[in-house]
């Protein structure tokens, strides 16, 4: 067999061999990937991290939340749902201003889930907490119990609700991370507003993925839990507070 | 002691008939407050996203708590063989029934979704106080039922230690639960202490026993039945002691928050400056709801002033109950401290809270529920003793 011939050989049966195995690696790529009828996984654990310093005196976040969770107001701002706000503090004693978003910090340890009497107040086990709307029986007791004031009681009927997202009077609701956005690989509107419009003050991921930029950044820069002390592990983490 | 005669109350005086009729009235502009609120969403009442309890909460946990203590009497005499309280003993277990119904109905109609009591009933987290609630308070139906059923029937009179003494311990219980559905909650400073259970219990003697002495005064009075002065001294004194010791409580809980520095703004927003609610501390809590019954219990003798104290000692737990629960929902949590806090969220401001006619039609209609169903009751059964003049009760007090 002449060398060149035995090259080609060599070279075909590699080629051969990377067709038929890449379909494969796609395979066992995808079959570990999470479809959406899937429960999620605790290999997972979704978190934010906003770096307030950068946050702008902008309401970004809130406007495409709302926009996308189909949460609109009726004028009544005391009755009104909110699922994110931007809160402005100011230091007592030096006047120093600075304006952050806030939303359900989505907890470890969620108080919120600890007293709701039916379990309509659960966490998923990727770490996101949500309202089950069809056993919230609108007791409001995780309103009380919640330390970030992050939950909202549907005050009045509601319409044009995504079809993503189910509301209804009488119920409790809060951020829901954008789960219907998460489970198809997307990040939340809040996130993806702030990068676009704002000022690129807010990064979603896993925080249990060392190749994510949360986990790296959680990982090699100081950040700070609101409440810290209730150590109630937050997946919402901040930068600059 | 000589055998205590009971007998129901006849019932049929134009008089009975129209406490029903102003009572059923209440009762339905309760339900009508509940169907308004319900077909419209509560934003047509005082709550909002930052006052999430309000008016009906104020009432429903003043008649459970008032529930649980209202059964001490009948405590004192099957478990502490107090003979002279024994023939109030059956009272004092029908009114336990009673306002805990008029409690839980005020409770279960302010329900964002009262139509889904049944998911309450079928799905548990029994992390949740509110969860463990619902046994209790079914329990207790279940219990003193059984524990009245004892008391009714001679054959099983012999069983009404032990029946009243589980009845107590599930009381305590109820109540401990009552007081931690606040006491658990870290998340908020007014509330989380564990010191609220123990004052909720003893806020439930004072509150309960102020409304038995009113029930027992009315029943005998509109029913011609003797009522004398030994049975009213003892319970006169009974309040007396509740009363300060309610007091007590309120005075150590505020003491111990003066002693945490984290705890100093809340202790001057409920002390000095926090307008209405320091207003209904000082003037609703403690002057009409402790120092005016004890001058009325201690310093006269008059069955008018008792009854007067007794009044005074319901507004004031009104009063208290509405500091704790309204007042400490309306105080800005703490997330950020030595940060001034504004947001869109009312974040940072103590928030605003006016109780609406529909909330108060319907804690309105939760007292009226639980003395209707009393007053029916004590024409059904033999509850009042035919008598409690003292030369038919005083053999028994020595």
């Known amino acids: 067999m002449s060398p060149d011939r035995r090259q080609f050989l060599g070279w075909g049966a590699a080629a051969a061999a990377g067709t038929v195995l890449a379909p494969v690696i796609r395979l066992i790529d995808l079959a570990q990937a999470r479809s959406p009828q899937e429960a999620a996984s605790a290999l997972q654990r979704w978190g934010l991290l906003i770096d307030i310093t950068k946050c702008a005196d902008c309401d970004e976040c809130v406007t495409a939340c709302h926009e996308e969770n189909g949460v609109t107001g009726h004028g009544r701002p005391e009755t009104d749902a909110q699922w994110i706000r931007k809160v402005s503090l100011r230091d007592k004693r030096t006047g120093y201003a600075q304006t952050l978003p806030l939303m359900c910090q989505h907890c470890e340890h969620p108080p919120c889930v600890d007293v709701c009497p039916t379990g309509a107040s659960f966490k998923r086990d990727d770490g996101i907490v949500l309202v089950d709307k069809h056993t919230c029986i609108g007791c409001r007791y995780c309103v009380m119990a919640c330390p970030y004031g992050a939950r909202s009681f549907i005050h009045e009927t509601v319409s044009g609700q995504k079809s993503d997202v189910p509301r209804g009077k009488g119920t409790v609701e809060s951020c829901t991370l954008c789960v219907h956005r998460v489970d198809r690989g997307e990040t939340p509107a809040c996130v993806e507003a702030c990068n676009r419009d704002g000022g690129k003050a807010m990064v979603f991921g896993d925080l249990n993925d060392p190749s994510a930029e949360i986990h790296r950044r959680l990982r090699s820069e100081p950040s700070t839990q609101v409440r810290a002390d209730l150590a109630l592990n937050t997946g919402v983490r901040y930068q600059g507070l | 002691m000589a055998r205590v005669h009971y007998g129901e109350i006849e019932g049929d005086s134009r ?48 008649l459970i708590v008032a529930a649980s203590g209202v059964l001490n009497v009948a405590s004192i005499a099957s478990v502490f063989g107090r003979e002279l309280y024994k023939p109030l003993a059956r009272l004092s277990g029908l009114l336990a029934l009673t306002l805990l119904a008029g409690g839980l109905a005020v409770l279960v109609l302010d329900l964002g979704r009262p139509e889904r009591l049944i998911v309450a009933m079928t799905h548990y987290n029994f992390k949740s106080i509110f969860a463990w609630n619902i046994f209790l308070y079914t329990g207790f139906y279940a219990i003193v039922a059984l524990y009245l059923w004892t008391m009714f029937e001679r054959r099983m009179n012999d069983y009404s230690k032990p029946a009243g003494l589980f009845a107590f311990v599930w009381r305590l219980i109820l109540t401990t639960g009552t007081g931690s559905i606040f006491g658990f909650l870290v998340a908020r400073e007014p509330y989380a202490s564990a010191l609220l259970a123990p004052m909720f219990i003893i806020m439930s003697f004072s509150f309960g026993l102020a409304i038995f002495v009113l029930v027992l ?13 030994v049975v009213l001294r003892r319970l006169r004194n009974l309040l007396g002691v509740f009363v300060a010791t309610v007091l007590y409580f309120v005075a150590v809980h505020h003491l111990t928050n003066l002693y945490i520095a984290r705890q100093y703004d809340i202790e001057r927003f409920f002390l000095w400056d926090g307008g209405i609610y320091t207003a209904l501390f000082w003037f609703g809590q403690v002057l009409i709801g402790g120092v005016l019954p004890l001058a009325l219990l201690f310093g006269t003798t008059s069955r008018r002033a008792f009854a007067a104290a007794a009044v005074c000692v319901i507004l004031g737990g009104l009063a208290q109950l509405y500091v704790l629960i309204i007042g400490g929902q309306a105080y800005p949590q703490l997330m950020f401290p030595e940060k001034e806090v504004s947001s869109s969220f009312f974040d940072g401001v103590v928030a605003a809270y006016a109780p609406s006619l529909p909330e108060v039609a319907l804690g309105v209609g939760g007292v009226a529920l639980a003395l209707a169903l009393t007053a029916v009751a004590l024409k059904v059964l033999p509850f009042l003793p035919r008598s409690l003049a003292d030369g038919d009760v005083d053999s028994a007090a020595a």
């Open chain 2, 15 to 62: 008089g009975f008939y129209a406490l029903l009729g102003a009572l059923g009235a209440l009762i339905l502009a309760g339900l009508g407050a509940s169907w308004y609120m319900e077909h419209n969403g509560h934003y047509v009442t005082g709550m909002s996203n930052r006052i999430v309890w309000g008016m009906p909460h104020v009432f429903a946990i003043f």
């Open chain 2, 217 to 229: 005064m009315a029943a005998c009075r509109w029913t011609g039945r003797p009522l004398g002065d």
